[in-house]
T-cell receptor
Framework: RKEVEQDPGPFNVPEGATVAFNCTYS??????FFWYRQDCRKEPKLLMS???SGNEDGRFTAQLNRASQYISLLIRDSKLSDSATYLC????????????FGKGTSLLVTP | EAQVTQNPRYLITVTGKKLTVTCSQN?????MSWYRQDPGLGLRQIYY???????DKGDVPEGYKVSRKEKRNFPLILESPSPNQTSLYFC???FGYGTASDEQFFGPGTRLTVL
């Protein structure tokens, strides 16, 4: 039940660039949305939750479009340290609140 | 320090030899979950637990068992491991479930190889 799809990547961008990731979900009962960051061979860590009205945290902006069933993540002024895999995740009541992850999009920021 | 711990971090074993991967959290979280991560397949949920003595299957439960006798512990049991269970395993926990504030905290992962 792969309900969450992401841009396959990888994204290779220069420092300072703006990069956007999209993620679509198929379960219309989805109710919570997240972006996680995962460094190589490490555990995923929450980057930000995604709220209906959209939200921003420094250089990161997340948007939710319920009608089209997608979420997005925008990273402005990319830093070398932003290089990682970005995972979108969705929970839904009718799937036991399981955190369904996309396969992730790899980002490499180059000097 | 608030954390999720897993043990062992690395394990090489042979087919059919029962093993247990422990998971413990010190944040008084209600919800705990196990995932496996495989190249090209991403993170997939194995089992989850909404509270003590309440567990349910995730996407890929075959070959695994869990128990939730105490709030803080959620061990993953492989009764008869097979090579297709070679994977990177993560335990996670959250205070609640279903809302945007229910961040799941992940353990550091257990890399299991079944020969």
């Amino acid at each position: 039940r792969k309900e969450v799809e992401q841009d396959p990547g990888p994204f290779n961008v220069p420092e300072g660039a703006t990069v956007a990731f999209n993620c679509t979900y198929s379960n219309s009962a989805s109710q919570s949305f997240f972006w996680y960051r995962q460094d190589c061979r490490k555990e995923p860590k929450l980057l930000m939750s995604v709220y209906s009205s959209g939200n921003e945290d420094g250089r990161f902006t997340a948007q939710l479009n319920r009608a089209s069933q997608y979420i997005s993540l925008l990273i402005r002024d990319s830093k070398l340290s932003d290089s990682a895999t970005y995972l979108c995740a969705v929970t839904a009541l009718n799937s036991g609140y399981a955190l369904n992850f996309g396969k992730g999009t790899s980002l490499l920021v180059t000097p | 320090e608030a954390q999720v711990t897993q043990n062992p971090r690395y394990l090489i074993t042979v087919t059919g030899k029962k093993l247990t991967v422990t998971c413990s959290q010190n944040m008084n979280h209600e919800y705990m979950s196990w995932y496996r991560q495989d190249p090209g397949l991403g993170l997939r949920q194995i089992y989850y637990s909404m509270n003590v003595e309440v567990t349910d299957k995730g996407d890929v439960p075959e070959g695994y068992k869990v128990s939730r006798k105490e709030k803080r512990n959620f061990p993953l049991i492989l009764e008869s491991p097979s090579p297709n269970q070679t994977s990177l395993y993560f335990c996670a926990s959250s205070f609640g479930y279903g809302t945007a504030s229910d961040e799941q905290f992940f353990g550091p992962g257990t890399r299991l190889t079944v020969l």
